[in-house]
Each structure stands twice: as structure tokens, then as C-alpha cells.
T-cell receptor, first 112, second 111 residues
Framework: DGGITQSPKYLFRKEGQNVTLSCEQN?????MYWYRQDPGQGLRLIYY???????QKGDIAEGYSVSREKKESFPLTVTSAQKNPTAFYLCASSMSGETKQFFGPGTRLTVL | QKEVEQDPGPLSVPEGAIVSLNCTYSNSAFQYFMWYRQYSRKGPELLMYTYSSGNKEDGRFTAQVDKSSKYISLFIRDSQPSDSATYLCAILNTGGFKTIFGAGTRLFVKA
């Protein structure tokens, strides 16, 4: 099956720890995105990547980092610098120049 | 002013009702309009995609765009309990890359 996978589904982190969220796609999409979703708010763009080895900051990149070493993979690291990391994190992908994005199932991160 | 405004609801309707979900936007450069459906604790899935003003129909769903009023709507006919979800509008300007999402409207369809 073609699609986007995210792992883990649930993640718990202690304050001061860095954690990495996985996102993999086998849709052969060039572009990949990371969003954060909080209750009552729309999806906010953290980082996006249009091609391998290149990525750009979105609206709320502070406290996050990404890498794009492979077309299929776009991991997100939530660092200890992110002051309010508890949220639902969504990864998406799209064909280059295509407006329609396809989303993964999400990772719910909770800081204890 | 937010670029996209969407009433978060919740909206509760009986089974079989016609549902109207709406968004307004501020930038006339926006040209692509989408509706996503998101079930609880799941990722959003693309439901409807339109480019021009007017109506686009797909089964029980109709997407409507009024560019002169900067107003987009999603209508659901013969609503079912399985339609209970959060519906997010999303817009994008021509040549742009960043999709702007509304806050989402929570819909409950009661059997």
C-alpha cells in the first residue's frame, strides 16, 4: 500500500529531552511537510522540504529541527528549546508543484 | 485578522440533515480551495479540491467557492453518523507553496 507512515503514534517526553518523530512516505512525492495541531487551532507549518537535502522554516520553526537525507524520509526533532511541545504532529507530502497534500496518521507528543 | 476564518463549532445535526460548513478568507490571491476531513486522532484526508468559483459536486458533498465574497462552503447532503468529524478548509495562492488551514469545524451527526 502506498502512503505515509508516522511513528510512534504516542510519545511521552520529559522536560529537557530531545525527541525525534519519524515520517516515511512511499508515494514518490518530492515535497514533505511537518505541521503542529493544537486544540481549536488550524494546522501550523513547522518545516517543509521540496527536494532532498533542502528544507525551509515554516511559521513556527523555533525549537524544532529536520533533515531530508532521503526522498522517502523527513524526521522531525523536537528539542528542549521548544517551550510548549505537547501537541499533535502531522507529516504530509505532495508532488512537486501539486497543491494537494496527503497526511500521515500523526504522532501525539506529551511532555511530562 | 487571520488569513482564513472558520467557526470551530461544534455543530450538531440529526441524521439526514443538510450540513453547511463555511470559511472566509482575506487574500484575493488565494486560488486553490480544499476541504479536508479529520476523524478523531487521525490525520486529515482530502475531501474536495476546487480552483474556480462555482460549485463542485462529489456524491453527497458539494464544495462552493465565491471569490467575490472570499467565501467558501462545503455542503453535506443526507448526513450520516459516519460524517462526524472535524472539517478543515484550506487555501493556497497561485504560485505559492504554503497552504493555509482553517481551525476546523467539529461536526456531530446524531443517529
Amino acid at each position: 500500500d502506498g502512503g505515509i507512515t508516522q511513528s510512534p503514534k504516542y510519545l511521552f517526553r520529559k522536560e529537557g529531552q530531545n525527541v525525534t518523530l519519524s515520517c516515511e512516505q512511499n508515494l514518490n512525492h518530492d515535497a514533505m511537510y511537518w505541521y503542529r495541531q493544537d486544540p481549536g487551532q488550524g494546522l501550523r507549518l513547522i518545516y517543509y522540504s521540496q527536494i532532498v537535502n533542502d528544507f525551509q522554516k515554516g511559521d513556527i520553526a523555533e525549537g524544532y529541527s529536520v533533515s531530508r537525507e532521503k526522498k522517502e524520509s523527513f524526521p522531525l526533532t523536537v528539542t528542549s528549546a521548544q517551550k510548549n511541545p505537547t501537541a499533535f504532529y502531522l507529516c504530509a507530502s505532495s508532488m512537486s508543484g501539486e497543491t494537494k497534500q496527503f497526511f500521515g496518521p500523526g504522532t501525539r507528543l506529551t511532555v511530562l | 485578522q487571520k488569513e482564513v476564518e472558520q467557526d470551530p463549532g461544534p455543530l450538531s445535526v440529526p441524521e439526514g440533515a443538510i450540513v453547511s460548513l463555511n470559511c472566509t478568507y482575506s487574500n484575493s490571491a488565494f486560488q486553490y480551495f480544499m476541504w479536508y476531513r479529520q476523524y478523531s486522532r487521525k490525520g486529515p484526508e482530502l475531501l474536495m479540491y476546487t480552483y474556480s468559483s462555482g460549485n463542485k459536486e462529489d456524491g453527497r458533498f458539494t464544495a462552493q467557492v465565491d471569490k467575490s465574497s472570499k467565501y467558501i462552503s462545503l455542503f453535506i447532503r443526507d448526513s450520516q453518523p459516519s460524517d462526524s468529524a472535524t472539517y478543515l478548509c484550506a487555501i493556497l495562492n497561485t504560485g505559492g507553496f504554503k497552504t493555509i488551514f482553517g481551525a476546523g469545524t467539529r461536526l456531530f451527526v446524531k443517529a
